[in-house]
């Protein structure tokens, strides 16, 4: 147990960090897919450079998880048709419910009781995906 107490903490720094920033709030999302401000793109745009530079380090250091496994992801065939078909539901769903799936925790924390049924139903979708994923091309 206390050998995760580091990632709770770093959990809920980063979600201090993203209610700090309005990353939750639905109303810069909706700004977001109306194309009316920067502010989502700015934040996406720097985690996409933050992720890039984070794996490239870690290709050089050649860094490992704390089981001793590679934490570089084993190179797979591009799949066009799923990403398309995966991100066209991510996003109706991320525009539905203003929210991706990090944020949900976070606004369920800030007392937004409404996002609790967006929590069950994201947690039913991965359940569910769970159990159809060997049926589904990959």
């Not at 996409?48 to 704390?66: E, H, M, R, T």
């Amino acid at each position: 147990m206390m050998k995760n107490f580091p990632f709770l903490i770093l959990g809920i720094v980063f979600g201090v960090i993203l209610a700090k920033g309005e990353v939750i709030s639905w109303f810069r999302i909706q700004e977001m897919f109306r194309f009316d401000d920067f502010h989502m793109y700015g934040v996406i745009g720097s985690a996409v450079v933050l992720g890039v530079i984070s794996l490239q380090i870690i290709k050089k250091l050649d860094l490992k998880d704390a089981y001793g496994q590679s934490l570089i992801p084993a190179p797979k065939p591009i799949a066009f048709k799923q990403y398309i078909f995966g991100g066209v539901i991510f996003g109706m769903g991320w525009a539905i419910t203003g929210a991706c799936p990090g944020p949900i925790y976070i606004l369920v924390g800030y007392g937004y009781s409404s996002y609790v049924i967006v929590l069950l139903a994201a947690l039913a979708g991965a359940f569910l995906y769970g159990i159809l994923a060997k049926y589904l091309p990959h």
